[in-house]
C-alpha cells in the first residue's frame, strides 16, 4: 500500500485525490490525512481521519472539494505500529513554529522509542514515533537556529537524520509551507520515489490500487512540478510518469516545483536529476558569466522583396541603424538600396534612428543592405551587483518614474482569466528565490531557455504569450514576448529588443543563426536597462548588437512597408552576418 505522497508545483494546483484503498472489497488503511498550504501561506489545512469506514464522508469530501487548492501538499496513509488508532496518532503532523505551520508524514517505523528531553520546546500530542520525531527535528532546528527550510544547512540536517535513521526505517517529507523535504530511509527498508513532471499537459493522472492523483481535474494548468512517493504511481494518461529512486540516505529539496538541492550520503551517486550538476554550474555561470573582452563587429543585414507583379509605388520604414550608447558605439553605417530614395530619418520615441523611403518606380525585387561596424562594451553585465543594494519584489517607483516607465509596465492586452494564470506563473518565480528581484529575473531567463521548445513555423506575430506559454514552444520573439509579460505581472519594466546575435565560426550556438534575433531589457533601479535573452538562457554581453527597442515588436521591427500599388504574391529573404573583426596583427 502506498504510504505516503507529497507534491510541490509551480503555483498553485486544485488536483483531484481519490482514496481508492476505501473502496469496497479494499482493506481500508487505518488512518488517512491530507495536510495543505491553501492561499500559498503559511498556515496549513490539515483533514484527517482514523479508522476509516467505506466510502466515508471526509474521504468523499476531499475528491470534491473545491478548496483543496495549493503549491503544496502532503498525503499519508497509515498501517498502524506505534500507538491506537486514534486522530492523534494519524498524520500529517502538523506543529506550527516560527511564524509558520510545519507538516510531517513519516514512512517506515522506529524500532527504538525516541525521547523528548525535560524542558524540550515540543512535545508529541499522541503516541507514535513519526509524532516523537517530529518534536525532536523541530527541537533540532531550534538548536541549530533555524527558522524555515530556506535557512537549513542541507548537509549538517542529512547527517542527523541518518544518525536518527539507525533506529529504524527512516523515509521522511517535511513542509514549511515554502520548501519541501525528502530524506530517503538509507537501509532502503521504506523508498523515496521523484517524478518531475514537465509542462505542456492537457491531461494527467496518477493513481495505482490505493490512490489516484488527478493533476488536471480541474483543469490543466502548464506548470512544472515534483511528485514524491513512496513507491511509483503509474499515469492513466498518454503522459508518462517518469519515476527515479532517489539514492537511500539522499535528502532533496524542492521548491515552487524546481529541486532546490540534491544532498548525498558521502560517496554516493546522484539519482534525481543526472543533469543536475551540469545545471547548476550553468546556473551559477549566469549568475556570474565570466567578463568578456570589448569587441568590434561588422554586420550585414541583407533584405530581398520579390513579388509576382511589379510594385508601382511603395514606402518603408528602415530601423537598421545600430545603437550608440554608452555600452555600445557605432563606427561605421550605410545602408542601400535597390530601387527608390530615402525622403527622411529621424530619432522615434523609442530613440530608435529611422529611415523613411519611398519608392515611385515600378519594381519586382527590392534589396535593402546594411553594412554596420560596432563596438560593444557589455563586458561584465553583472559587474555592479556586489555594489548595489539588494532589490526585492515588488519595486516601489517614484511617481515620475512610474509615469516615465508605464510604456513597459503595462501588460498586454489578454482575456482577465489568462492574466491571472500567468500572474500566478510569475508569481512561482518570485516565491522561489524569495522575491529577489535579480535571481527571479535570472531564474525566469534560464527557465525558458530550459523547458521551452525552439520550434519554427508553429508561431506568427500575432501567437500571444499566453499560447506559448501554454504550448511551451516557439522562437526568439515569444520567448522575449513571454519573458516581458511576466516581468511586467512584476511589476519590473521590460522592453523588447531587436538586433543582432553573433553565434561563433562554427554557429555552435544555432538557435538564431544568419537571421536577426530578439531579447529583452529590463529597466532595475540605479542600474538602467539590462539585456536578458531568454531563447539562448544567458545576459546580453558582447555577442548582442543592438538595433531597435520598444514596447513589442512592430515598435522595433527591422522593416515595415506599406505598397501603393500593384505587387501581389510577396517572397521575402533575409540574411544576415556577424563577425568580429580581428585585432590588427591578429
Known amino acids: 500500500m502506498l504510504n505516503l505522497l507529497a507534491l510541490s508545483f509551480e503555483g498553485e494546483l486544485a488536483p483531484g485525490l481519490d482514496l481508492r484503498c476505501l ?15 491553501p492561499g500559498g501561506e503559511y498556515a496549513a489545512t490539515v483533514l484527517k481521519e482514523a479508522a476509516p469506514q467505506l466510502h466515508s464522508t471526509r474521504s468523499e469530501l476531499v475528491r470534491t472539494w473545491d478548496p483543496l487548492e495549493s503549491s503544496l501538499m502532503l498525503l499519508h496513509l497509515r498501517t498502524a505500529t506505534w500507538g491506537p488508532i486514534t486522530e492523534a496518532n494519524t498524520q500529517p503532523f502538523c506543529r506550527s513554529a516560527w511564524g509558520r505551520d510545519w507538516l510531517l508524514a513519516h514512512s517506515g517505523s522506529l524500532e527504538q522509542r525516541l525521547k523528548i528531553p525535560l524542558g524540550a520546546r515540543f512535545e508529541p500530542v499522541g503516541s507514535t514515533d513519526s509524532e516523537t520525531l517530529f518534536c525532536r527535528f523541530l527541537d533540532w532546528m531550534q538548536e541549530q537556529g533555524f527558522r524555515s527550510l530556506a535557512d537549513v544547512d542541507a548537509v549538517r540536517l542529512r547527517a542527523w537524520l541518518e544518525e536518527l535513521n539507525r533506529l529504524g ?31 505542456p499537459y492537457e491531461r494527467l493522472v496518477l493513481g495505482d490500487d490505493d490512490v489516484e492523483l488527478d493533476l488536471t481535474r480541474r483543469g490543466a494548468k502548464s506548470r512544472k512540478g515534483v511528485i514524491v512517493s513512496t513507491h511509483p504511481l503509474p499515469s492513466r494518461t498518454d503522459v508518462p510518469a517518469n519515476w527515479t529512486q532517489l539514492t537511500p540516505g539522499a535528502l532533496v529539496l524542492v521548491r515552487q516545483g524546481a529541486i532546490r538541492a540534491e544532498v548525498l550520503p558521502p560517496g554516493a551517486q546522484g539519482t534525481v536529476a543526472p543533469a543536475m550538476a551540469a545545471e547548476f554550474e550553468a546556473r551559477s555561470r549566469l549568475r556570474r558569466p565570466p567578463e568578456m573582452p570589448v569587441r568590434v563587429m561588422d554586420v550585414i543585414h541583407r533584405t530581398v522583396y520579390r513579388y509576382q507583379n511589379p510594385v508601382e509605388r ?5 530601423r537598421l541603424t545600430p545603437r550608440h550608447d554608452r555600452l555600445q558605439s557605432l563606427l561605421s553605417h550605410d545602408v ?8 527622411s530619418e ?8 529611422v529611415r523613411r523611403a519611398v519608392v ?3 519594381y519586382t525585387e527590392l534589396v535593402m543592405e546594411a553594412r554596420s561596424r560596432v563596438e560593444l562594451r557589455d563586458t561584465d553585465p553583472l559587474g555592479y551587483r556586489p555594489l548595489h543594494v539588494r532589490s526585492v519584489l515588488p519595486l516601489v517607483w517614484m511617481p515620475w518614474q512610474a509615469n516615465m516607465l508605464q510604456p513597459y509596465l503595462l501588460p498586454p492586452e489578454l482575456p482577465d482569466t489568462q492574466l491571472e494564470e500567468l500572474s500566478e506563473y510569475a508569481m512561482s518565480f518570485a516565491r522561489r528565490n524569495d522575491h529577489d528581484l535579480l535571481d527571479t529575473l535570472l531564474d525566469l531567463n534560464y527557465s525558458i531557455f530550459k523547458e521551452y521548445q525552439y520550434a519554427q513555423g508553429i508561431t506568427t506575430l500575432n501567437t500571444t504569450a499566453f499560447s506559448v506559454y501554454s504550448a511551451r514552444k516557439g522562437v526568439c520573439q515569444d520567448f522575449a514576448n ?32 544568419e537571421a536577426s534575433h530578439a531579447w529583452v531589457q529590463v529597466y532595475l533601479p540605479e542600474v538602467g536597462w539590462k539585456g536578458f535573452d531568454p531563447t539562448n538562457g544567458i545576459l546580453t554581453q558582447t555577442d548582442h548588437v543592438r538595433v531597435a ?30 563577425e568580429p573583426v580581428m585585432p590588427e596583427g591578429q
Do not use: M
Open 23 to 37: 473502496a469496497p472489497g479494499r482493506k481500508p488503511p487505518d488512518g488517512w490525512g491530507v495536510g495543505y498550504y
Open 169 to 199: 526505517p527512516l523515509t521522511l517529507v517535511v513542509s514549511d509551507g515554502r520548501d519541501l523535504l525528502l530524506y530517503a530511509d538509507c537501509t532502503g527498508a521504506t523508498q523515496g520515489w521523484v517524478c518531475q513532471v514537465s509542462p
Open 482 to 513: 513571454v519573458f516581458i509579460c511576466l516581468a511586467r505581472l512584476l511589476g519590473v519594466p521590460a522592453r523588447y529588443v531587436c538586433g543582432y546575435l553573433y553565434t561563433g565560426p562554427k554557429h555552435a550556438n544555432t538557435a538564431q543563426a
Open 346 to 353: 529621424y530619432e522615434d520615441v523609442f530613440g530608435n534612428r
Open 336 to 343: 542601400t538600396l535597390s530601387a527608390g530614395v530615402t525622403r
Open 360 to 362: 515611385e518606380s515600378p
Open 314 to 318: 511603395s514606402s518603408h520604414l528602415l
Open 549 to 578: 527597442v520598444g514596447r513589442q515588436y512592430s515598435d522595433a521591427t527591422p522593416t515595415t512597408g506599406t505598397i501603393y500599388l500593384g505587387g501581389g504574391g510577396e517572397q521575402l529573404e533575409v540574411w544576415v552576418r556577424c
